[in-house]
């Protein structure tokens, strides 16, 4: 199975304006993202958007290690501050799917 991702521009905010998050959304699914992570590349704080209820979020590292962190919020906001540099999997589950994409953590 091939993976897509899409990498968001560290300037993107967390502030999020639903009519764009939703254009957004709409322009990625048919390319084949089911969700967009903002900011990728991040230090810190990363927010998953998408538009189906999400059921979990889990982080992986490249050796399918699942990462300790705290939960994400009620905006899907998630504290990556406790990982190393490097490249992650975000793994979004829904009542229907999982999706994953790939996250740099700088």
């Known amino acids: 199975k091939t993976v897509n991702f899409c990498l ?3 300037n993107a905010s967390i502030d999020s304006n639903p009519n764009q998050d939703n254009v957004m959304i709409q322009a990625l699914k048919s390319k084949g993202y089911g969700f967009i992570i903002v ?3 991040s230090d810190q704080i990363i927010q998953i958007i998408m538009d189906d209820q999400i ?3 889990q982080v992986f590292n490249l050796a399918s290690q699942l990462m300790a962190l705290p939960p994400a919020d009620k905006n899907n906001v998630l504290d990556i501050s406790g990982l190393n540099k490097g490249m992650y999997i975000i793994s979004v589950e829904t009542n229907d799917n999982i999706y994953t994409q790939k996250l740099i953590k700088n």
Request: glycine fraction near 0%; charged fraction near 10%; hydrophobic fraction near 20%.
């Open 39 to 41: 900011p990728n590349p």
């Open 8 to 10: 968001v521009s560290s």
């Open 55 to 57: 059921t979990k979020i």
